[in-house]
T-cell receptor, first 117, second 117 residues
Framework: NAGVTQTPKFRVLKTGQSMTLLCAQD?????MYWYRQDPGMGLRLIHYSVGEGTTAKGEVPDGYNVSRLKKQNFLLGLESAAPSQTSVYFC????????????????FGSGTQLSVL | LAKTTQPISMDSYEGQEVNITCSHN???????ITWYQQFPSQGPRFIIQGYKTKVTNEVASLFIPADRKSSTLSLPRVSLSDTAVYYCLVAPLKTAYSGAGSYQLTFGKGTKLSVIP
């Protein structure tokens, strides 16, 4: 069972270049998230999706775009990369049910280390 | 979401029991407490979740006093492999009826646990 898979694992970009990070999950989860993690900052939410075809902004969405064309995939795009976007990016997925006894549990990928020069 | 406060770092020797306390003075009646563990170069991993009193699983125990204004993650007989960052989160139940974007989990800076041989 692969869980949450992120590609690529590492990437170096020059300022102004664009790229797309791919997140794929095989658990049939409805919710998917993109976080970034910087030293001493914890994880900050960039964008999230509560279902196929829907996306929403998180805490730090500027400079990023996302798409959820298929339930299992969540793409994070950088249209014009900036050095401030150097970070480790984590994708996560989760599910919820209709029962009150269930709470959300996030499953994370192993991350993408992105450097923008 | 309730604000949480936890120590920035802790050191422990192998074989000792480690207790990490999280303060959440403004926890709401329907909030649950969840702990995640993050190893270097990996995404966070769910450890344990509870509402009140004590919860135990194969990895850790979670102690929650009656007033629920704090919680303590207990790791029995730690080993070097327990060196990680531990995050405390407080959030209400999310169900399929919560509505899109009802809230999104935010991870703070966590507690960096270093286990010393």
């Amino acid at each position: 069972n692969a869980g949450v898979t992120q590609t690529p694992k590492f990437r170096v970009l020059k300022t102004g270049q664009s790229m797309t990070l791919l997140c794929a999950q095989d658990m049939n989860h409805e919710y998917m998230y993109w976080y970034r993690q910087d030293p001493g900052m914890g994880l900050r939410l960039i964008h999230y999706s509560v279902g196929e075809g829907t996306t929403a902004k998180g805490e730090v969405p500027d400079g990023y775009n996302v798409s959820r064309l298929k339930k299992q995939n969540f793409l994070l795009g950088l249209e014009s990369a900036a050095p401030s976007q150097t970070s480790v990016y984590f994708c996560a997925s989760s599910y919820v049910t209709g029962t009150a006894s269930t709470n959300e549990k996030l499953f994370f990928g192993s991350g993408t280390q992105l450097s923008v020069l | 979401l309730a604000k949480t406060t936890q120590p920035i770092s802790m050191d422990s020797y192998e074989g000792q029991e480690v207790n990490i306390t999280c303060s959440h003075n403004n926890i709401a009646t329907n909030d649950y407490i969840t702990w995640y563990q993050q190893f270097p170069s990996q995404g966070p991993r769910f450890i344990i979740q509870g509402y009140k009193t004590k919860v135990t699983n194969e990895v850790a125990s979670l102690f929650i006093p009656a007033d629920r204004k704090s919680s303590t993650l207990s790791l029995p007989r730690v080993s070097l492999s327990d060196t990680a960052v531990y995050y405390c989160l407080v959030a209400p139940l999310k169900t399929a009826y919560s509505g899109a974007g009802s809230y999104q989990l935010t991870f703070g800076k966590g507690t960096k646990l270093s286990v010393i041989p």
